[in-house]
Structures are given as C-alpha cells and as structure tokens.
C-alpha cells in the first residue's frame, strides 16, 4: 500500500471475510488481529509520521527498508509500528481460504534446490517459529538471489535486513490465543492450511524480477 501526496496510511481490508480461514484461524481471531491490532500500528505509525511529508510519499516497505532515512527522533517508532503495518499487510494477502494446494513452477523447484523438498521447508519455518522466544515472526525470504528461513523480533521485517519477505507467519500471542491459547505448535500446523501458494509465488516472481532489475 502506497501513501501519495502527505496522506496518512489507512487500514487495508482484507481480500476475503473474516470466516474464510476457519476452522485453522477463527473469525473472532481476525476480527481482533485485523480490526484492532493492525489499526492499532497504523494509528501509532500515522501520529509518529505526522508532518514528514516526503516519508508520507513512500509505501510502508520502502519505509522500512531505508529506516536510516527515517529522523533518529522518530525511528524506533516508525521501525516498530511501521513494521507491524507492513508485517500484517503481507500476512492478510499471502493467506486465504483453504485450498488443499501445493506451490508450483519455478517456486516449488526452489523450496526443493533450497530445501530437499516441500515438507522439509515446512518444518524449518516451523522450527524458526518454535524457535522464537516471545513476540515476532518466522519468515521464507529471498537473500541474494536464493530462499531462506529466518525469524525476527517484535515487528521487525526482513526488508530491514535487505531481505525480500515472500511469507510470514505471525507468532505473537495475539494472532493464536483465543482459539489455541499456549498451544503455538498446533497454530502453526493448523496455519499451514491457509497459506496462499498463488499469492507468495507471485511475491517470489516480483522479488526475482526485481533483483534482476537492479
């Protein structure tokens, strides 16, 4: 999402309803992650943002990814909700309806160059999930050309790493308690079931086309 001319960043709707990821993720969950949560970074973004025009002119990942452009003043902020914003925009739009579907093409040969196999890739994103004590996300990512695993604190994004984020998967509490409670293990194997192949394939094509580019 873009801000253009100065105006404020706003809460994206999601692409699908709030019920379309159950049984794995519940409407009550959603409603709370989405509605409440997501906002909430916006809300804080959009006040530490306020007045910084030019910085109003980039979309939330060209923010994060160039944090040294961001006044010292406002950084940690705009590093901590701007990332939640930009954490939870790519969260809504790589998950979806379940599909029973596989990722295909040049992808799916990259998990098995990279990984061995689909399920072995699976477990590493789990494993960097499991692994992350308290709040912040497991990733696959591009890194010079080729996936890898990753997880980071908090809100912090893998663009600030100069990474391409293609999944994430949120492992603060906020994203599983109602329905899983303490059981991080069985969200994440029950989250499996809702990623969107189509959509992170089309996030890996963009970040090869992207690096071919310059």
């Keep these: 999402m873009i801000s253009i001319n100065g105006y404020m960043f706003t809460l994206p709707q999601l692409p699908y309803a709030f019920n379309a990821l159950e049984p794995y993720i519940d409407e009550a969950t959603m ?75 040049a992808f799916m040969s990259a998990i098995n160059d990279t990984f061995g196999s689909f399920m072995s890739m699976q477990e590493a994103v789990t494993q960097k999930a499991m692994g992350r004590f308290g709040s912040g996300w497991a990733w696959i990512v591009v890194s010079r050309g080729k996936l890898e695993v990753m997880d980071t604190l908090n809100q912090d994004n893998p663009l600030m790493e100069h990474k391409i984020p293609l999944l994430g ?34 996030r890996f094509q963009e970040a090869l086309r992207s690096l071919s580019e310059g």
């Design 169 to 202: 998967v949120d492992v603060w509490e906020h994203a599983y308690y109602l329905k899983y409670q303490n059981r991080r293990v069985e969200y994440l194997k029950a989250w499996w079931n809702v990623v969107n192949w189509s959509a992170v394939d089309l």
């Design 31 to 105: 409603k709370l992650h989405h509605g409440k949560h997501h906002q909430a970074y916006i809300d804080n973004l959009n006040v530490a943002l306020n007045g910084q025009d030019k910085l109003l002119e980039l979309s939330i990942e060209e923010i994060v990814a160039n944090l040294a452009k961001v006044p010292e003043n406002i950084r940690t902020k705009v590093k901590n909700h701007g990332g939640g914003h930009a954490n939870h925009t790519l969260f809504w739009q790589i998950m979806g309806p379940p599909s029973g579907t596989e990722p295909e093409g």
